[in-house]
């Protein structure tokens, strides 16, 4: 059952083709990975799909429906979350009260009933905080609960961030090279944490990622671009044999 799909996505900065005419499906419950040289348009391939970018040509499907012109600010609410390559937190605030934040897209009370703090905003404040307390358990974040996010080190910030993305109960989790700066251990460890929330949580994963081993490990397909077009699709061994992709990114 396909969750989304690009079809024949395109965008223009100052006459350059960052994507051009880049096309594929993720299947509902996979992890979909997209590799490529820097510069390829991975990224911009995932600031099109979160709706920072508009593409100038071609149609996002997200659930059967077209997102191609959604705000930005819905895009949480329907089921899409994601991470980014520079860390993006709120450094003086603690472990916590950075997950709750995760959860602003599922808060339905009325601003000046939360001003009172009445009732039925106290239920759904303690409703909130539980799911974020089962974020930091599914990820074993007890330790860091009440820590400032600037006293962390680099490791533990990206798991929170990865938090902060599964508190907002998205039906699919944008990961933006989710080992980077991470040493082999804590990149097995976020391996872990990839395959668990595909199968234990249920959440389809698009994934943008370096770290060959990683992709070898978690990916159930992987799209190759290079110049922002499609080199090759399919699993990870095909592709990483493809000769296209060897000349372009694996060094052959």
Not at 8 to 18: D, H, L, V, Y
């Amino acid at each position: 059952m396909t969750l989304f799909q690009a079809d024949n996505i395109a965008i223009n900065f100052g006459g350059i083709k960052a994507v051009d005419g880049v096309s594929f499906a993720i299947n509902k419950g996979e992890v979909f990975t997209i590799i490529g040289p820097n510069g390829a348009g991975k990224t911009t391939v995932f600031n099109l799909i979160s709706r920072i970018y508009n593409p100038t040509e071609g149609r996002l499907i997200f659930e059967g429906r077209d997102i191609t012109s959604v705000p930005p600010h819905q895009i949480a609410g329907m089921g899409i979350a994601r991470t980014f390559q520079n860390i993006e937190l709120f450094e003086h605030a603690t472990v916590l009260q950075n997950l709750l934040l995760g959860r602003h897209a599922h808060r339905g009370t009325k601003p000046w009933w939360e001003m009172v703090f009445a009732p039925h905003v106290r239920k759904s404040e303690l409703a909130h905080r539980e799911k974020a307390e089962h974020v930091i358990d599914f990820l074993d974040l007890q330790h860091y609960r009440d820590t400032l996010i600037v006293n962390l080190p680099y490791g533990a910030r990206k798991v929170v961030e990865l938090a902060r993305a599964l508190c907002s109960e998205p039906k699919l989790l944008l990961l933006d090279e989710p080992s980077s700066g991470l040493n082999t251990e804590e990149t097995e460890d976020m391996a872990w944490w990839i395959q668990d929330i595909k199968n234990e949580l249920g959440i389809t994963v698009l994934m943008v990622e370096h770290d060959m081993s990683l992709v070898n490990e978690v990916s159930d397909r992987v799209l190759a671009l290079n110049y922002g077009r499609v080199l090759a699709q399919g699993t990870p061994s095909e592709v990483q044999s493809h000769p296209e992709v060897v000349k372009a990114y694996l060094g052959g």
